[in-house]
């Protein structure tokens, strides 16, 4: 008999998450049906978006997200034991799947065997080869379709997705401009992903700064956070800027979203346009995405870290931690006991 | 030799526009060059985008805007005498103009002879047969593209462009839903334009008000006022929502731009995309609006309102009165003191 450990929603978030609004419960997993398969989570995934959802979450559920687990059971031929696979399972240590999207879960993302990751770490499968380098590819090159010379803007600039962003633009020919709240982050973008600049949002004057460092105004801008940082943003983007709307992650803990600087006036005086998504939607191919990721980074074009937190109980230590902006890059859980 | 009166941006407006911050002068035509002609104002627009576009006006300088006029003289014979013409001229009774757009005006809008509008008044041109036409017609279809069933909200619905585009959406099959600020004008949409809905939103709760009337939320809003009303729209939207922004008249008259409810996580969540335009960005198919228009007309399909003012002398009046909502569709002004 299988024992899952499984976090279930029990008090609805009230603000900044809060130790007690989640429960470790064990579940005793049944044995396999035609078509299913168990697997084990080896790597899961704190994502910002699973605070974004939180207000959809029914009490005694499990909290959504993504991991890289181990198959170890199957009556599935699609899934194949010894094999890892990406599952939208939720925050749990084992789980029976029949491979089929989670229909309650808003991200409908479809499970699926990792593609050969040529010597990668299967945990990337979470980060620059998953979800997360999807998110950065796409939302990037679909939405703002980023032309050499010109200017692109990232909020949450050290994140997963951000720092991602950044150097798929730079691949592209633009000047990158991340912002985030720490010059320790800045350096990491600036010296090592080499972003073109950095700005402190927490002790910079945004405004005077991309006055400095976007003297010609900004054509695509990369929002991770939404609030008033995007607001100053959208009133310095040029005629036909693009704008792509990942995340809002500085509204998600209030209970009502902040109050900002209306950005219509520039919306229509720019003519810009600012779109939001759900990675999902490219679901038809998802594959390409990881493919041309895979391949910048065997080229060493694409550089990427990891902030991992080890244990399966330290998850929503990691899951406030990364909503605090704690991590650099792609934050993770890694499960230490496993059952081998 | 011909005089020209001319209205002189004389003090930068300071908020609501006052009485003196424009000029009337009188300005002597020189004689006509070849490629040029000489044409009288009939009638004069009065738009929302002529205080939009106004932090970018130089003191001294006209003000901008739309007029049909009669062509009196000319040596280009694209603009035969006697014929109207559509001309971005500014406030001015009498203009030499070569028909090329004027650079220094934003909305970089082309010169032309009026197509033959069948029996049609010539003051249409501004209005449903013109700018303000097209603006509803391309700016609901290439942005919102709205498809029969769906519901489409529209702000400053019983202004010149709002007005039309509730007729389009209607004609399109789409539930409609005009808000506006008055009963009257809210009687007019619904009794006379067969909206399906009308909301107040000085006297009714919009959010409560959309809970109502678009119990299934919103497909497509057209946005011609901007503030916290379209932030309230904003987070009653569907999965993928789009939003026309056309204007935001609520922030013109503002020093800076109002503080309103974030808008990114409804963006986001919903995948919304929003996309602000200014109406000459489809020239080249500016015909395609216009016939359209004329043709719905025709049918008896779209019905048009005008509110007239007459004298150039009382322009700023019909400026102002515009500006805090005063008319019902297409605002203009009638130059009755023509020279014969």
Same sequence: chains 1, 2.
Avoid at 65 to 90: D, H, M, T, W
Avoid at 108 to 133: H, R
Avoid at 325 to 330: A, H, I, L, Q, S
Wanted: aromatic share 10%.
């Amino acid at each position: 008999m299988v024992k899952a450990k499984v976090y279930i929603y029990t008090n609805p978030f009230d603000g900044f998450p809060k130790t007690g609004d989640l429960t470790i419960v064990e579940e005793e997993l049944r044995p396999l049906k035609d078509g299913e398969f168990l697997a084990e989570a080896e790597y899961l995934s704190v994502d910002p978006y699973m605070r974004g959802y939180a207000a959809s979450f029914k009490p005694g559920t499990t909290i959504i997200g993504g991991q890289i687990a181990l198959i170890r059971e199957s009556k599935n031929p699609n899934f194949p034991v010894g094999k890892y696979c990406f599952g939208q399972f939720g925050w749990r240590t084992h789980t029976i799947s029949n491979g089929l999207p989670d229909t309650k879960d808003n991200l409908k993302m479809a499970q699926y065997v990792l593609p050969d990751l040529k010597g990668l770490p299967p945990s990337l499968g979470l980060g620059v080869l998953g979800m997360t380098g999807n998110t950065a590819y796409f939302g990037l090159l679909e939405i703002c379709n980023p032309k050499p010379g010109e200017t692109v803007a990232i909020s949450g600039a050290a994140g997963a997705v951000g720092s991602h962003v950044g150097q798929i633009a730079k691949l592209k020919g633009c000047k990158v401009i991340g912002i985030a709240g720490s010059d320790d982050k800045g350096k990491w973008l600036t010296d090592e992903l080499k972003f073109d600049h950095f700005i402190n949002y927490k002790t910079q004057d945004v405004r005077k700064a991309l006055r400095e460092v976007a003297a010609k105004g900004i054509d695509c801008y990369f929002d991770n956070v939404g609030g008033e940082l995007s607001s100053t943003i959208l009133h310095n983007m040029n005629l036909f800027g693009r704008i792509s709307v990942c995340g809002a992650i500085s509204a998600y803990n209030d209970k009502q979203p902040p109050k900002v600087t209306a950005v219509q006036a520039a919306v229509v005086m720019k003519q810009l346009k600012m779109e939001g998504f759900v990675v999902s939607r490219w679901h038809d191919k998802w594959m390409e995405g990881i493919n041309h990721n895979q391949q910048w980074i065997l080229d060493g074009k694409i550089k990427y870290r990891e902030t991992i937190t080890d244990g399966f109980e330290n998850m929503f230590q990691a899951f406030t931690d990364m909503l605090k902006g704690v991590n650099y890059g792609k934050a993770i859980v890694r499960v230490k006991t496993l059952i081998k």
